[in-house]
């Protein structure tokens, strides 16, 4: 069993940074890509970015792209969001996720079905 765990959330003005953080347990995720997804209350969870196994390729969502980045260390079990030049709109629970697949091929990465473990979530809120 992995379990997952966010941190790195919290109240941010807009324009500001903050760096969420995904630790994993349970076993080494060293060969599994890894995403980040975001939902809103009573909305649908939706893809924000994901790295594959080794951290040499990356996607992003249109909204995010060019202002987040997604990292690895495998190492550490750790997959990492920077974000940058935050948005009111980026306001969300973060969720980061690991996947069924190793690297992107075909796969589906923005669906959150291509995924088997999630962790429990960080609020991540933006100040206008």
């Known amino acids: 069993q992995v379990q997952l765990v966010e941190s790195g959330g919290g109240l941010v003005q807009a324009g500001g940074s903050l760096r969420l953080s995904c630790a994993a347990s349970g076993r080494t995720l060293s060969s599994t890509g890894m995403g980040w997804f975001r939902q809103a209350p009573g909305k649908e969870r939706e893809f924000v970015a994901a790295?594959?196994?080794?951290?040499?390729?990356?996607r992003y969502a249109d909204s995010v792209e060019g202002r987040f980045t997604i990292s690895r260390e495998n190492a550490k079990n750790t997959v990492y969001l920077q974000m940058n030049s935050l948005k009111p709109e980026d306001t969300n629970v973060y969720y980061c996720a690991a996947g069924q697949w190793a690297s992107f091929g075909s796969v589906r990465y923005r669906l959150s079905g291509q995924y088997d473990y999630w962790g429990q979530g960080t609020q991540v809120t933006v100040s206008s």
């Open positions: 790295i594959n196994w080794s951290g040499s390729s990356t």
